[in-house]
């Protein structure tokens, strides 16, 4: 008798449903078996998150590996941060020009607090500055005392399909002798071309001096 395996859909963590092959748990944000089984497979994982704040939404795709920053601007900056709140008044509501870092990992996504004035929130806890915080689904997110609400949606990624190397052209039979006097006959003259030419130096008329004490 042949056991089949089911999918793994159900989340271990709030037993939510999710998609087949999922990553986070769309309720929770607790990470699947499936996400620690191998990194490679991680790689192919893109991670959409959308910032929904005062009627906006601040789009951000991460794939593992990858940081952005979060800020706002200033003339004498010469990066721009990847969540950029500075036309949401962000000097008002207390946002530092680089505030937070979110890092995406093979499991899932993170949230730094970079020591900034006024802090950076997760759900009304106060992170640690420099300690990450695993940010999830749904998460409400306040710098300085702007909220923005977390909506995170996990896509896999067709692999790359490696391009094979293309095979070594060989020459026919009958035309390798010919080619092969060409060559040699191509290098001949080519060592005839840089040789040096002897140059013979004109007399000169100038007396000649005496070098007698």
Do not use: W
């Amino acid at each position: 008798m042949t056991t089949q395996l089911r999918p793994i859909t159900t989340c271990q963590q709030c037993g939510q449903e999710n998609a087949e092959g999922y990553i986070l748990c769309v309720k929770c944000g607790h990470a699947s078996p499936l996400a620690n089984v191998q990194s490679t497979a991680a790689q192919d994982v893109t991670f959409t998150i959308k910032f929904s704040v005062e009627g906006e939404e601040l789009p951000l795709t991460l794939v593992p590996s990858q940081r952005a920053m979060m800020g706002r601007q200033a003339p004498f900056m010469l990066q721009v941060p990847d969540v950029d709140l500075t036309a949401l008044s962000a000097a008002e509501h207390g946002i530092s020009r680089v505030h937070a870092v979110i890092d995406c990992t093979r499991t899932g996504l993170q949230i730094t607090d970079l020591d900034s004035r006024n802090g950076t929130f997760v759900n009304g806890e106060k992170l640690h500055p420099f300690n990450a915080h695993v940010l999830r689904h749904s998460d409400t997110v306040r710098l300085g005392s702007l909220s923005l609400n977390v909506n995170i949606k996990v896509d896999r990624r067709a692999p790359v399909e490696p391009v094979p190397a293309p095979a070594p052209r060989t020459l026919p039979p009958e035309i390798q002798p010919k080619v092969t006097r060409l060559l040699t006959l191509a290098a001949q003259v080519n060592g005839n071309l840089m040789s040096p030419v002897p140059v013979q130096m004109p007399a000169s008329n100038s007396p000649k001096l005496n070098t007698a004490n």
